[in-house]
């Protein structure tokens, strides 16, 4: 906490300042410790971090502790919900730095990947990604029934609309919604954790880590009862902003 608290301290006040992205590659850092958009994040205390729930994962997940029972909650409201339709599962949790260097750089221009800048729009560069901080998760639907995870197409399965209008009383927001004026992608599957108020075990910590981000750009859904772009329409009525069609490539693309 204290180390995240120090990096934003740090890093909102060099200005002008660069950030080193990739090998070789650096970027210009706003005054706010944005890089292409994203908001600086540390990493989580390997301390704070557990397991996912049992069966929740689809593959090594970690989250912190204290979001835990809420996602339990969460996930048995959810089964028992038949409007759901497929099983909520998580594809990607806690991510450290070096990961999402890893998963940033791989794509670098001398890999004949994309430009950083835009690679940016879908996968936040190192230190500025949110699954840093053990509290954001990306969910995923199985059977996916040839929906792919990386597309809008989530958005519009009973799974997904169903996280639109439950989550956040579990705690949960969506980081990027759709036209979001961060210039992220629109990522219906991207969920961070805030707790269910602001008194609530753990989420004043969640909360001070996103407090930037919530002023900023909201989410939306929110956890807070600001009106929504998703409660005031239908869901298909959401535009999903343009980005350039990703690179081919195996595997899934996640930020
Ligand atoms: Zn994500």
């Given at each position: 906490?204290?180390r995240?608290?120090?990096l934003?301290?740090?890093m909102?006040?060099?200005?002008?300042?660069?950030a080193?992205?990739?090998?070789?590659a650096?970027?210009?850092m706003?005054?706010?410790?944005?890089?292409?958009?994203?908001?600086?994040?540390?990493?989580?205390?390997?301390?704070?971090l557990?397991?996912?729930?049992p069966?929740?994962a689809?593959?090594?997940?970690?989250?912190?502790?204290?979001?835990?029972?809420?996602?339990?909650?969460l996930?048995?409201?959810?089964?028992?919900?038949?409007?759901?339709?497929?099983?909520?599962r998580?594809?990607?949790c806690?991510?450290?730095?070096?990961?999402?260097?890893?998963?940033?750089?791989?794509?670098?221009?001398?890999?004949?990947?994309l430009?950083?800048?835009?690679?940016?729009i879908?996968?936040?560069?190192?230190?500025?990604?949110?699954?840093?901080?053990g509290?954001a998760?990306?969910?995923?639907?199985?059977?996916?029934n040839?929906?792919?995870?990386?597309?809008?197409?989530?958005?519009?399965?009973?799974?997904?609309r169903?996280?639109?209008?439950?989550?956040?009383?579990?705690?949960?927001?969506?980081?990027?919604?759709?036209?979001?004026?961060?210039?992220?992608?629109?990522?219906?599957?991207?969920?961070?954790?805030?707790?269910t108020?602001a008194?609530a075990?753990?989420?004043?910590r969640?909360r001070?880590?996103?407090?930037?981000?919530?002023?900023?750009f909201?989410?939306?859904p929110?956890?807070?009862?600001?009106?929504?772009?998703?409660?005031?329409?239908?869901?298909?009525?959401v535009?999903v902003p343009?980005?350039?069609?990703?690179?081919?490539?195996?595997?899934?693309?996640?930020?």
């Open positions: 906490m204290r995240a608290a120090l934003l301290a740090t909102s006040l060099a200005t002008p300042a660069t080193q992205v990739c090998a070789g650096s970027a210009s706003a005054s706010d410790g944005r890089v292409y958009g994203h908001l600086p994040y540390g990493d989580a205390p390997p301390d704070d557990v397991a996912a729930p069966g929740f689809l593959h090594d997940c970690q989250l912190r502790r204290d979001m835990i029972p809420d996602l339990e909650r996930l048995a409201a959810a089964r028992g919900d038949p409007a759901v339709m497929g099983q909520l998580a594809l990607s806690h991510r450290s730095i070096l990961r999402q260097a890893s998963v940033f750089c791989r794509d670098h221009p001398e890999a004949g990947g430009g950083d800048a835009t690679r940016a879908s996968v936040a560069p190192p230190g500025h990604s949110e699954h840093a901080t509290y998760l990306d969910f995923a639907v199985r059977p996916a040839g929906c792919p995870d990386a597309e809008g197409c989530m958005a519009a399965t009973p799974a997904a169903w996280l639109v209008a439950n989550a956040p009383r579990f705690g949960f927001e969506m980081s990027f919604p759709g036209g979001n004026r961060q210039h992220v992608k629109w990522e219906p599957w991207h969920w961070r954790w805030v707790g108020s008194t075990p753990g989420a004043a969640a001070f880590i996103f407090a930037k981000a919530r002023a900023q909201p989410a939306d929110a956890v807070d009862g600001v009106r929504t772009i998703a409660r005031l329409l239908p869901l298909v009525a535009s343009p980005w350039p069609a990703p690179t081919p490539r195996k595997g899934k693309r996640r930020r």
